[in-house]
T-cell receptor, first 115, second 118 residues
């Protein structure tokens, strides 16, 4: 079975500081991995996804994530936080070899950005 | 309208009421999903429809009844709900849930319906 663990339910950074949101996964097969963002009163929006091509994935709004198989991690980073980045972020995993494989979401990390 | 829309955005209902949530996607997708988002819990997949056929029911109680009259519309009928059913209900769509991409096709989410059951 697949699972996702997001370390830290709440992360606070200062504007201009590095953003690091942690995601570790468990999967018996090479997974597909996703980061979604949810702004207040909105649905989820895809930030980026890893589908077994390049291990460093660039997404929208300056975010990127690196797939590290040895660490079973897919951490999300952004060099310089902006106030508009304040939102909840979800990591998700899927089994690409199983057409019944669902997206399994982590519990989410709420990012606060201080001025 | 573009993307995925959901109505109503907020709903308060008693335990004996019957209500319906509506989702519409304007993306030309073939698969639609219902998710439940409760506070402090991961998103829970409830139902999946692909080309109007239900392909997934994730052990959802029968008080939730989905309907998919066409590939652009998805409804969730609610009947005799419990207070613990209060949550944000999210609809999503993707190109296909059973194609070569499976569930890995990018899912596009609506803004959700905030449901409160009294």
């Amino acid at each position: 079975a697949q699972s996702v663990t997001q370390l830290g339910s709440h992360v606070s950074v200062s504007e201009g500081a590095l953003v690091l949101l942690r995601c570790n996964y468990s999967s018996s097969v090479p997974p597909y991995l996703f980061w979604y963002v949810q702004y207040p009163n909105q649905g989820l929006q895809l930030l980026l996804k890893y589908t077994s091509a390049a291990t460093l994935v660039k997404g929208i709004n300056g975010f990127e994530a690196e797939f590290k198989k040895s660490e079973t991690s897919f951490h999300l980073t952004k060099p310089s936080a902006h106030m508009s980045d304040a939102a909840e972020y979800f990591c998700a995993v899927s089994d690409p070899y199983n057409q019944g494989g669902k997206l399994i979401f982590g519990q989410g990390t709420e990012l606060s950005v201080k001025p | 309208e573009t993307g995925v829309t959901q109505t109503p955005r907020h709903l308060v209902m008693g335990m004996t009421n019957k209500k319906s949530l509506k989702c519409e996607q304007h993306l030309g997708h073939n698969a639609m999903y219902w998710y439940k988002q409760s506070a402090k819990k991961p998103l829970e997949l409830m139902f999946v429809y692909n080309f109007k056929e239900q392909t997934e029911n994730n052990s959802v109680p029968s008080r939730f009844s989905p309907e998919c009259p066409n590939i652009s519309h998805l409804f969730l009928q609610l009947h005799t709900l419990q207070p613990e059913d209060s949550a944000l209900y999210l609809c999503a769509s993707s190109q296909d849930s059973r194609g070569s991409g499976g569930y890995t096709d990018t899912q596009y989410f609506g803004p959700g319906t905030r449901l409160t059951v009294l």
